[in-house]
């Protein structure tokens, strides 16, 4: 079975343009989260939605940023304006939670390393 | 307050040398789970291991091993016979049951493996 899918898998991009990453959970999956990792702040977590909906998303940055679920397929991560600040690996995962409240393991796909510059 | 430590920052040994990755976690959840992920130098992040609070029982898989220790509140990883190829970065996480969705991550252990 394929994984998470993640693309671009690296964005360069000049400070003030829009973003946007896109995310392919795996199939049947029904909860996908969105993970910044950096240097300075390690792995967290920025939005999670469980069947579409988003429930959590109290580790959204600012207004900048943005994330949809349209489907159970396809969800996107967008940032505008985007700033150097916002550099970063963009992380999603999907896990098979029967719940809102979600243990289950959570698959991470390969990230999308972005540069702001 | 819900909290991974994962107090060595960098290790490095001698291939087929054994090593041990310690994970110390915080909740006041009676249910909560662990996990041990793997971030290679490719940089993606695996999945090894899921263990929940009622599960005290060590797990080994091949050269790994985990000890989880509820009195101590930690969650050691051993990896015996190290190889080049376990070299990577490895993360502790926590999800307590009462706190909603979010992986509670440790800041990771870097473990340079060298021949």
């Known amino acids: 079975d394929a994984g998470v899918i993640q693309s671009p898998r690296h964005e360069v991009t000049e400070m003030g343009q829009e973003v946007t990453l896109r995310c392919k959970p795996i199939?049947?999956?029904?909860?996908l989260f969105w993970y910044r990792q950096t240097m300075m702040r390690g792995l967290e977590l920025l939005i999670y939605f469980n069947n579409n909906v988003p429930i959590d998303d109290s580790g959204m940055p600012e207004d900048r940023f943005s994330a949809k679920m349209p489907n159970a397929s396809f969800s996107t991560l967008k940032i505008q304006p985007s700033e150097p600040r916002d550099s970063a690996v963009y992380f999603c995962a999907s896990s098979s939670g029967t719940g809102v409240i979600v243990t289950d393991t959570q698959y991470f796909g390969p990230g999308t390393r972005l540069t702001v510059l | 307050a819900q909290k991974v430590t994962q107090a060595q920052t960098e290790i490095s040994v001698v291939e087929k040398e054994d090593v041990t990755l310690d994970c110390v976690y915080e909740t006041r959840d009676t249910t909560y789970y662990l996990f041990w992920y793997k971030q290679p130098p490719s940089g993606e992040l695996v999945f090894l291991i899921r263990?929940?609070?009622?599960?005290?029982q060590n797990e080994i898989s091949g050269r790994y091993s985990w000890n989880f220790q509820k009195s101590t509140s930690s969650f050691n990883f051993t990896i015996t016979a190290s190889q080049v190829v376990d070299s990577a970065v490895y993360f502790c996480a926590l999800n307590p049951d009462q706190a909603g969705t979010a992986l509670i991550f440790g800041k990771g252990t870097t473990l340079s493996v060298s021949s």
């Open positions: 263990r929940n609070s009622f599960d005290e």
């Open positions: 199939s049947g999956h029904n909860s």
